[in-house]
Every structure is written in C-alpha cells, then in structure tokens.
C-alpha cells in the first residue's frame, strides 16, 4: 500500500495500543512538512530560498495531496510576488494537517477512531493501530537506511530529512539515544547523490521546519513567562 509522507510520519507518532500521538506538538510540524515535501517530489510544488511556487496544478490522484494543493495555490496566488513564504503556508496549514492524515489513514483501514470523554466531560479522540503492516514495512525501510547503511530512494531520504529538521529522531527509533543516530540522519538529509533540486528542497525543508519550531517554542516560552 503506497501511503504519503504525512501518513507516515503520522504512523510514527501514533502509539499503536493507546493511538494517542507522541510528541504531538512537533509531530504536527512534521506531518504538515510532509504534505509539502511530497508536493514538491511530485513536482507540483517549487521551494525555493524559503519561498513557494505552484508549478504544475494537475491532481496527483491522491486526496489528502490534491486537496492541499488546490488550497496552496490559492494562498500563493492571493500573496504579493515573492511573499509566499513556506513558513508561512506551514503556520496556517498546522491546525488542519493532522487530522486530514489520520482521517486518510482511517479510509485506509489502517488505524480506527476511538471517541471518549475526559473525566466524562471533554471529548477525546484517539486512533489505535488496525493494520500494523505499512508501519511495520516503514520501521523496517528506517532501519536499513539509518542503522545498516543502506542507500535510501528519494522519499525515504525526505522523510529522514523532515524527522531531522523536527528533530524528531526518537519517533523512528524510540530505544535508541539521539546521538546514536543523529549523525546518519544527517547525512542522509544533506541529500548527496540526489538530484539538485531536490537536495536544495531537502534542506530548504529542513531549515523552514527548525525555523518555525524555533519561533514556535520561543513564543510559548515568552507567553508562560
């Protein structure tokens, strides 16, 4: 089964017995990263010095991307000439992005909706595995890539580069120390061997997402304060 980067990085973060989401905060970044990352592998999307251009506005075939581009391009074209800022698209898209993975991830089968209420008052939803085999598959491609060396194709080197740039490590690999592995992600991120503009989208990606958790955290701190 062919799942995108934001539903991966959705599986990652979603614990599979209590489907309640790891780190839930960043993981938003990330899969919010994700959905542009695969836009701009599927070239429909150019990112380029932190701004963003529609190239191409034909559907990819896939609802949670397609559904995402249509709504990018009529942000970009309602935004001054060069003010098309990823950060940007990537603060306004955060607080939908979530949820239009996991529902893609409940149409697949692949986790289920649980709904309860806290203390019987507030709602909460939750999304236990139900189908632990494309995460089992992603865990594994992780694992060859970051642990044995093996070259990665260009989305896996992708989905490694936004943990990176979210700093996200221990999603991949929660019984491992950072440091243990933060060397290989790095490396697999700086994008050698990839075509160029990919490798520039790559760290570009990475830069714009430890950007935005930077300013994101440095607001929380200065509001509790």
């Given at each position: 089964m062919h799942v995108t980067l934001a539903e991966e990085?959705?599986?990652?973060?979603?614990?599979?017995?209590?489907?309640?989401?790891?780190?839930?905060?960043?993981?938003?970044?990330?899969v919010t990263g994700g959905i542009l990352a695969e836009l701009v592998l599927a070239e429909r999307v150019a990112l380029d010095d932190g701004r963003l251009?529609?190239?191409d506005r034909t559907p990819t075939g896939e609802p949670l991307l397609d559904g995402r581009l249509a709504r990018l391009d009529a942000w970009v074209a309602g935004?001054?000439?060069g003010r098309a800022k990823a950060a940007d698209w990537l603060t306004k898209d955060r607080s939908t992005a979530v949820a239009d993975a996991v529902g893609r991830l409940c149409e697949r089968g692949l986790v289920v909706?649980?709904?309860?209420?806290?203390?019987?008052?507030?709602?909460v939803r939750r999304y236990p595995e139900a189908d632990g085999s494309v995460e089992r598959e992603l865990r594994e491609r992780l694992a060859a890539t970051v642990l044995h060396g093996v070259e990665p194709d260009v989305r896996t080197a992708t989905l490694v580069a936004v943990l990176h740039g979210t700093r996200l490590h221990r999603l991949a690999f929660?019984?491992?120390?950072?440091?243990?592995?933060?060397?290989?992600?790095a490396e697999i991120a700086a994008g050698d061997g990839a075509a160029e503009s990919v490798r520039q989208a790559m760290r570009t990606m990475q830069l714009t997402m430890a950007a935005v958790i930077a300013a994101t955290s440095a607001a929380t701190t200065a509001a509790s304060a």
């Open positions: 990085l959705m599986l990652l973060s979603l614990d599979d017995e209590s489907g309640v989401a790891k780190d839930a905060a960043t993981a938003a970044w990330a251009t529609v190239t935004r001054r000439a909706e649980e709904r309860r209420r806290a203390l019987g008052i507030f709602p929660p019984e491992l120390p950072r440091r243990k592995v933060e060397p290989r992600f």
